[in-house]
């Protein structure tokens, strides 16, 4: 050993060296060029002459996260001398997106390693194109995960973002004949460069067995005798602040056994049977979302659930906690924000581990658990409000139905006492439902445990008090807020599109990035001419860009002087794409049958893009249908030039960096009262996209903010849907009523799409004419008026930028920096660990 080299009994916690802070790389062209190299000598094993783009790509991820590391430690440190209050989100989804961009660009390490790798000989754009997008969550609620860890890092908030580690993430979407085909997304084919596991740091999950009483020292208790258990093992995936130093943590649990491998049954000679233990195991971090159409697919989803969560909050109390933490001042220090209903299950776990495992008393433990837990309700749908049947939590986890029994006759007497013996009310609110199986409802279950309730719009939150949780609110009105959701600037504007950051920034300054109110100064250049020329050209450029990515990676194109016209979102039946699709076949009808002449017709470049859930048949058929008027319009010389539908394949984070610039118009259709915020009609009009919309979710705030005058608004609002169900609505009166509408269905009935076969398309009509349950018929004509009004403005290329201009400038309320403040300030209570 050299001579000044220290032995490992003097790398004790008291040594110098020890408590030194860790040094990163140097900051500079040279220091990163030495790292770069040795990661690809010595990680990837390597040399440079030998390397292909693959390693390259490794040890420059490597690289960044050697200097992402450091920072990374040092706060782990300081929080832990600190004792700060923590925000534990858990959420079952993390939509991160590409991790190498946003990483340089809040490092401040993008031009450094430009330049470093192009001394090396290498075009950093080669290595970008080889990232793989984690798929670790299906759409909105995953994607707002991501934004909030990234804007709570920004403002320097000590957060841990708590989640799963698929090992598959949201499946890869293929077309065959026009139809969805699901395949395995195997992200982790090539290995993960950014994120770590940490096995010393394992947690025990169990499920099943019974529970049994006892006496402890006079007092009876309960214990839970588990039948089996796996691991949870965390990988931590760092999420750096934009420019300040501060890197947080995202830590994401895989699923392993406890006994892996059965040396004695192989030994045997059954190969299969010695490693079922494993198998079994690891099915619970596979895949996200597992089809639960069959009891098995449910009980899996239900063990994720938990899995995830007993992870996360026995992470917390043994890891985070010192030795020797007074557990009643646990609120003092975490609050858990449930993102939905999939981590409730954590409820009953905390009580169990304050009751059982603390020998803490019930009401005290109730106390604490009431403090540390808010939930986000994220629908309106009573059909996404999750449910879990009594035989399946009893079978799965017997202690927490016991412990969820006890909440709810605790909870049931508060009713009693607050609104007296109204049974039918106690029914509606008592959190075990009994019709039409006897199940526990976990929104229920939130708010009573939660110290607040959020809606994530302003109409969503008054229609979660109104409504869905009225009776709730009515008992506890103070428990009610609203957070208005906000996506992050820094991945949908500075990385998105750089030509508008680029621009916005030599006009008001670089600190709108931290700031997105500062983009109230654009309005001031709305009417100057020059500026408006620049602002057109950049979304010129951003269609030229998206029409090159769709040209490699999908062979198609976006033809120059078309409107945009994009619908990117989760394909559900309440946002309506088949509204837009009617919307399209009635423009096709228009001009082939002469109505209108071509000439007349402004042109027009639809986009979608959207996943259907894999059991969703309803779902599936409007995509077979989307496609299908594609094929037969695209290749129709009578629209040639002025109509073309464009359906890219597996829609994701990074195809939406690109679709997003480039977008002229913003689809949010959605029928009024269901949509609970949106965020892509966020990051659309903060890109300089105007909104065709309903007044639903966030679009009322919108519309709010950038005026009637840049936007536009059609349909039925949510008082005039409620009024039409109630009067008993008719899908079919509308048909027979409208000729647009009634041309366009009969176009698709008699085959026009499907080769002549009127019965590819018969489930579709069918549903519209006589169930339509999100009245896409009934705001048709709106609908198609609407779309008049935007091809006019259209028409007027000055008056439609300098709208654009003002969406971009009026759209800096949707921040999610702005969001996460609401939150600090009236739910979480968290302060900056500089």
């Known amino acids: ?48 002459s030998t390397s292909d783009d693959n390693d390259r790509y490794l040890a420059l991820a490597g690289t960044v996260r050697d200097y992402l590391m450091a920072r990374w430690l040092d706060d782990q440190a300081q929080q832990s001398r600190q004792q700060s209050k923590t925000v534990c989100y858990l959420s079952a989804e993390y939509l991160l997106g590409r991790q190498l961009d946003n990483n340089l660009l809040a490092a401040r390490l993008t031009e450094i390693a430009t330049e470093a790798l192009a001394q090396c000989g290498i075009d950093i754009d080669d290595l970008r194109a080889l990232e793989i997008e984690p798929g670790l969550g299906n759409g909105g609620l995953g994607r707002l995960a991501a934004c909030f860890i990234d804007s709570l890092a920004t403002m320097s908030i000590p957060t841990i973002g708590y989640g799963i580690r698929y090992e598959y993430g949201i499946f890869r979407q293929a077309f065959a004949d026009g139809q969805q085909v699901e395949q395995p997304d195997a992200w982790l084919r090539l290995g993960s460069p950014w994120d770590f596991p940490h096995p010393e740091a394992a947690q025990t999950i169990s499920f099943g067995g019974r529970t049994e009483t006892y006496d402890d020292d006079g007092v009876e208790r309960t214990r839970w005798v588990p039948e089996w258990n796996v691991l949870a093992v965390p990988y931590n995936m760092m999420v750096p602040g934009y420019h300040n130093g501060r890197v947080n943590t995202l830590r994401l649990w895989r699923a392993v056994a406890t006994n892996a491998f059965d040396l004695h049954t192989f030994n045997s000679g059954d190969y299969v049977a010695s490693v079922r233990a494993q198998t079994f195991a690891e099915n619970i971090s596979k895949v996200l979302y597992p089809e639960d159409s069959t009891p098995q697919g449910k009980e899996l989803r239900l063990q994720q659930q938990y899995f995830f969560v007993a992870a996360s909050i026995a992470d917390f109390v043994e890891h985070v906690l010192p030795d020797g933490f007074d557990l009643t001042k646990l609120p003092e220090r975490v609050i858990f924000q449930l993102n939905d209903t999939h981590p409730v299950i954590g409820v009953p776990e905390l009580m169990r581990v304050l009751v059982d495992e603390k020998g803490m008393e019930w009401d005290a433990a109730w106390a604490i658990t009431q403090k540390c837990f808010a939930y986000t309700c994220h629908t309106l749908l009573p059909e996404a409000l999750e449910v879990w049947s009594v035989d399946l939590l009893g079978r799965l986890l017997p202690r927490h139905l016991e412990i969820i029994y006890r909440i709810n006759d605790a909870f049931l007497l508060e009713v009693r006492e607050r609104f007296g013996d109204d049974e039918m009310l106690i029914r509606d609110m008592s959190i075990i439902g009994e019709h039409p199986f006897r199940s526990v409802r976990m929104a229920y279950l939130a708010t009573v445990a939660g110290s607040k309730v959020n809606g994530v719009a302003e109409l969503h939150s008054q229609l979660l008090r109104d409504n869905v949780l009225k009776d709730f609110a009515r008992m506890w009105p103070e428990k009610f807020t609203n957070v208005t959701n906000g996506v992050t600037p820094r991945r949908f504007l500075r990385l998105a599109n750089p030509e508008l950051s680029t621009l916005i920034t030599e006009t008001l300054g670089a600190g709108w990035t931290v700031d997105l109110e500062r983009l109230r100064g654009l309005e001031a250049y709305a009417d100057d001419p020059e500026f408006r020329e620049r602002f057109a050209a950049v979304k010129a450029a951003n269609k030229r860009r998206l029409s090159r990515v769709l040209a490699a990676r999908d062979g198609t194109t976006i033809d120059d002087g078309h409107l945009l016209d994009v619908m990117i979102k989760r394909l559900h039946e309440y946002k309506r794409q088949t509204l837009k699709v009617l919307h399209i076949v009635s423009a096709y009808d ?81 029928l009024a009262g269901k949509e609970a915020s949106g965020t892509g009609n966020m990051k659309l009009a903060l890109n300089g996209a105007l909104t065709i919309g309903t007044d639903d979710g966030a679009n009322v705030e919108i519309r709010q903010l950038v005026g009637d005058d840049n936007f536009f608004l059609f349909g039925m609002s949510e008082p005039e849907v409620e009024a039409l169900w109630a009067e008993g609505y008719r899908p079919a009166d509308f048909y027979h009523e409208d000729e647009r509408l009634r041309r366009a269905i009969d176009l698709i009935a008699a085959g026009a799409f499907s080769g002549g076969d009127r019965s590819v398309f018969e489930p579709l009509i069918s549903n519209l004419l006589y169930d339509d349950r999100f009245m896409a018929l009934a705001d048709f004509g709106s609908y198609l008026d609407a779309q008049e009004r935007v091809d006019a403005a259209y028409a007027d290329q000055d008056a439609w930028v300098r709208s654009a201009i003002l969406n971009v400038a009026r759209s800096g309320f949707f921040s999610s920096d702005r969001a996460m403040r609401d939150y600090l300030d009236r739910i979480w209570h968290a302060t900056p660990v500089h």
Do not use: C
């Open 590 to 670: 228009e001009i082939v049958s002469g109505r209108v002449p071509v000439e007349k017709v402004q042109p027009r470049t639809f986009l979608f893009g959207a996943k259907a859930a894999p059991g969703y048949a309803m779902a599936k058929h409007i995509i077979h249908l989307i496609n299908a008027v594609g094929e037969v319009v695209n290749a129709d010389p009578r629209v040639e030039g002025r109509l073309k539908v464009l359906y890219p394949s597996n829609y994701n984070v990074t195809l939406a960096e690109s679709i997003i610039p480039a977008a002229d118009l913003s689809e949010q259709i959605s």
């Open 1 to 48: 050993m050299p001579e000044n080299t220290p032995s490992a009994s003097e790398l004790r916690p008291t040594h110098p060296l020890a408590l030194a802070p860790v040094a990163a790389p140097p900051a500079s062209v040279d220091g990163f060029v030495r790292r770069f190299l040795q990661n690809l000598n010595f990680d990837q094993g390597v040399a440079l």
